[in-house]
């Protein structure tokens, strides 16, 4: 049991950093509409609090935007976007910066993925990927 409860709050933590999936609320039945988690350092006597993840969500729980911190400053950023089904349908990588580095449009029949198209910020194709599926 000592075991358990050495490994117990890193568990949590590894949880608080992952994205929400699906809809996540309080036990006042209230949804999530945003994560901002904090990562402190101890360096001898000196600590040091950064922002490590900020997430928000739409109302039916899906992310909508996320931004990585590394030591404070913004490291990767992306925004998304879903259909009626909650599908994601577009997903745009910025850069530190602010700009827009990719963007990628997914396209879905019957509730299944078919393809997901990679643009550079001047709408060229970057790549495509066209998914096939084996149905039973």
Do not use: C
């Not at 931004?67 to 089904?85: L, V």
């Not at 700009?99 to 078919?114: I, Q």
């Amino acid at each position: 049991m000592k075991t358990l409860k050495n490994v117990l709050p890193v568990i949590l933590l590894i949880g608080l950093a992952a994205p929400v999936v699906g809809q996540q609320q309080g036990s006042d039945g209230k949804k999530v509409k945003s994560i901002i988690v904090y990562q402190e350092k101890h360096d001898m006597l000196v600590m040091h609090k950064y922002k490590d993840i900020e997430q928000y969500y739409d109302q039916r729980g899906n992310l909508i935007e996320d931004i990585s911190y590394k030591q404070g400053k913004i490291n990767k950023h992306f925004k998304y976007q879903y259909d009626s089904n909650n599908n994601k349908i577009r997903e745009e990588e910025y850069d530190p910066s602010g700009r827009l580095f990719e963007s990628s449009e997914y396209k879905y029949e019957n509730g299944l993925r078919t393809e997901k198209i990679v643009y550079d910020p001047n709408k060229k194709i970057k790549s495509r990927k066209i998914y096939q599926y084996t149905m039973w």
